[in-house]
């Protein structure tokens, strides 16, 4: 069955930086569209970024310029690289597919930036 299992976060000074894996199982990875989401207390859950299998990348307006995303085919995995950390990107950020995700979620990673 589907299943994320996203890694790296933690506590991080602003203006830090701090490197998100997520591994995924149970899905056809390479040709599946993945997306990084995150929800912050009391906020809905967001789109951050998005890499298509073919290797395009898009971005919110929020984290533009700042987040990378990248994805590794033969792993399984998908990265999102947050650089020049803000107060607001804590949240607990989470991988699925993009556009629709999943019915599943993952347990997240939690990323606090501490200023």
């Known amino acids: 069955q589907v299943r994320f299992v996203e890694s790296g976060g933690g506590v991080v000074q602003a203006g830090g930086s701090r490197r998100l894996s997520c591994a995924a199982s149970?899905?056809?990875?390479?040709?599946?569209?993945m997306a990084w989401y995150r929800q912050a207390p009391g906020k809905e859950r967001e789109f951050v970024a998005r890499?298509?299998?073919?290797?395009?990348?898009n971005f919110a307006d929020s984290v533009k310029g700042r987040f990378t995303i990248d994805r590794d085919n033969v792993r399984n995995e998908v990265y999102l690289e947050m650089n020049s950390l803000k107060a607001e990107d804590t949240a607990t950020y989470y991988c699925?597919?993009?556009?629709?995700?999943?019915?599943?979620w993952g347990q997240g990673t939690q990323v606090t930036v501490s200023s």
């Open positions: 699925n597919r993009a556009n629709i995700p999943y019915h599943y």
């Open positions: 890499i298509n299998s073919s290797g395009s990348t």
């Open positions: 149970g899905i056809t990875f390479s040709s599946i569209h």
